[in-house]
């Protein structure tokens, strides 16, 4: 069976770092593009990065140039760093395996806060 399990987020203060990772099973790794979502309180959620097949990489405006997705196929898992976190960072965020640039499975999700 196909599994996504997020796992690096927490508390931390404006302007520290995070990286996030989401560990993949039950299939080719290599096959499908995939994607970083945050879901903030009663708002929906959202496309933060996306990595694509062929490599190429796609942000939220809010985030370019603070945060990068990346992937490494020999562990199945794809990561996101996040530097210098402000607190409207702040939300739920889920991996997803895309197809057609539509998330198709999704990873339970991990918190992330960012105080003042």
């Known amino acids: 069976q196909v599994q996504l399990v997020e796992s690096g987020g927490g508390l931390v203060q404006a302007g520290g770092s995070l990286r996030l990772s989401c560990a993949a099973s039950?299939?080719?790794?290599?096959?499908?593009?995939m994607g970083w979502y945050r879901q903030a309180t009663e708002k929906q959620r959202d496309l933060v990065a996306r990595?694509?097949?062929?490599?190429?990489?796609n942000y939220a405006d809010s985030v370019k140039g603070r945060f990068t997705i990346s992937r490494d196929n020999a562990k199945n898992t794809v990561y996101l760093q996040m530097d210098r976190l402000k607190p409207e960072d702040t939300g739920v965020y889920y991996c997803?395996?895309?197809?057609?640039?539509?998330?198709?499975?999704w990873g339970q999700g991990t918190q992330v806060t960012v105080s003042s």
């Open positions: 990595l694509s097949l062929g490599g190429s990489t």
């Open positions: 997803a395996v895309l197809s057609f640039m539509t998330p198709q499975l």
């Open positions: 039950g299939s080719m790794f290599s096959s499908n593009a």
